[in-house]
């Protein structure tokens, strides 16, 4: 009995000895990474951050802190869409008509194959569980440029959340410290033309944005500003203004008393008439868009003040004057025409742009990939 009771208690000690040397058992962690900066017209298109480094096991929540919506793609979607249209992949998508924000659960991944959440607005998120060791890239798809990474591992190093908080705190004041000098050498860019009939033909600019580069808490991104520059401008009657754009924007006066909210950017005919009368609808269509043009102009022959938006953001705050003095000295062009106001459905209630908000880039034949939802 002396015996057993001796050999029990030397094994018991070996089981402890043995969970003391193995080292105790870490539970799974959920790190929480951000997705987009700044709010109204300032887009900073970046994770924050965008890089951190996990167990194998462990989870990364992903937030949109944005007005602006993103999407967080791990692979290549659907060959026959485009980017901007894939569709929820890995998650349980929500019904079409589900109410932002939402929250798309938690999916896992391994390293291969298509995770997308599609595009979502502020305040949603996703949750993320890597079940394998690896380096696994992620984008957002409307904003080429915008990257990420998550690097997994079976044992090691991890990132914190504290370190987590800290890259990410970096790359906002990165991104937002940019938004005065941005503005600056965008305006100062502002040309004039002086015409032989005393006229001018001014060039101004319907978006501001910097090139993509790497970010101080890891991954890539850019500043875009959703602004008209500069938003109201000063001419004299029979100056021509011409708005150029790398982003995708419109040059929209709605007619008088249009609601914009009428106004679809994907659907509204472009207007030819190049002579501004003062009061019908005039529209460039969207900039960049599937090729679409880069630059719009109109000639102002009337004294007068007139306002316009940009069809796609305007509710987050993109919009601009063109403000006119008379000018006694110029002789005045005609109209072209009178463009009138685009018909729209009697049934149809107003548009809503699901990317109220988007800030899309330019550049990019996949450009403008906006999804827009019925109210």
């Given amino acids: 009995m002396h015996l057993r009771a001796a050999a029990a208690a030397g094994l018991t000690l070996a089981m402890i000895l043995g969970a003391t040397l193995a080292g105790p058992t870490l539970a799974a962690t959920t790190l929480n990474v951000g997705v987009g900066v700044g709010s109204g017209t300032v887009s900073g298109n970046v994770y924050t951050p965008g890089e951190v480094t996990i167990l194998v096991g462990d989870s990364v929540k992903f937030a949109v802190n944005s007005d602006e919506p993103h999407s ?33 659960g938690t ?122 520059m500069p938003p109201s401008f000063n001419v004299t009657a029979g100056d021509t203004v011409r708005w150029n754009s790398s982003a995708v924007h419109t040059v929209t006066f709605p007619a008088a008393g249009q609601d914009p909210t009428t106004i679809d950017p994907f659907t509204a005919p472009v207007t030819t008439a190049t002579v501004y009368d003062g009061e019908s609808f005039y529209n460039s269509g969207l900039f960049v868009f599937g090729g679409g043009p880069t630059s719009y102009e109109l000639t102002f022959p009337k004294a007068g003040s007139f306002p316009y938006i940009c069809a796609l953001h305007w509710p987050l705050g993109q919009k601009g004057t063109i403000v006119v003095a008379a000018n006694p000295n110029v002789t005045l062009p005609p109209t072209d025409i009178r463009p009138g106001v685009p018909d729209a459905p009697a049934d149809a209630p107003p548009w809503v742009i699901l990317g109220l908000l988007v800030g899309l880039f330019g550049v990019s034949a996949v450009a403008g990939t906006l999804v827009l939802r019925r109210r």
């Fill in 107 to 228: 999916a896992t991944y391994n390293g291969t194959g298509f995770l997308n959440t599609s595009l979502i607005g502020k305040g949603s998120s996703a949750t993320v569980t890597f079940t394998a060791a690896g380096t696994f890239g992620f984008i957002c798809v409307i904003h080429p440029g915008m990257a990420g990474k998550v690097n997994v591992v079976a044992s090691g190093t991890t990132t914190t959340q504290a370190e987590a908080d800290t890259r990410a705190q970096a790359t906002r004041d990165a991104i937002l410290g940019q938004v005065a000098p941005l503005t600056a050498s965008t305006e100062a860019e502002v040309k004039q033309t002086k015409r032989s009939d005393g006229t001018s033909l001014w060039d101004i600019y319907a978006t501001a944005l910097t090139d993509p580069g790497p970010q101080p808490g890891g991954g890539t991104g850019f500043l875009e500003l959703l602004q008209f």
């Fill in 72 to 104: 967080i793609t791990f692979g290549n979607g659907p060959a026959d869409a485009p980017p901007p249209f894939w569709p929820v992949a890995g998650f349980t998508a929500p019904a079409p008509d589900a109410p932002e924000p939402i929250n798309l």
